[in-house]
Nanobody, 116 residues
């Protein structure tokens, strides 16, 4: 059974930092691409950042220069370092794995709240 478990969310003041973690089990981690999405109340889920199995990354324009996605294959973990947080970053953040066959798996989400 594939499981993705996020952690690291919380309440932070504007300008602060958080690091999200997503631990994957039940599937080979290193060969799959990973991504972080977020969904704010009343809005659609949006892609925040993605990272390929080879380590190539991509970011939404709204987070470029502030967020960094990384992966630790031996730990089956993907991270999202979030700096200079803004109130508009408030959302539930989800981890997603996409397998080589195109299957997608999602975590349960972790709440990030940025106060002004």
């Amino acid at each position: 059974q594939v499981q993705l478990v996020e952690s690291g969310g919380g309440l932070v003041q504007a300008g602060g930092s958080l690091r999200l973690s997503c631990v994957v089990s039940g599937i080979s981690f290193s060969i799959n691409s990973m991504a972080w999405y977020r969904q704010a109340p009343g809005k659609q889920r949006e892609l925040v950042a993605s990272i390929t199995s080879g380590g190539g990354s991509n970011y939404a324009d709204s987070v470029k220069g502030r967020f960094t996605i990384s992966r630790d294959n031996p730990k089956n973990t993907v991270y999202l370092q979030m700096n200079s947080l803004k109130p508009e970053d408030t959302a539930v953040y989800y981890c997603r794995l996409r397998s080589a066959l195109g299957s997608e798996y999602w975590g349960q989400g972790t709440q990030v709240t940025v106060s002004s």
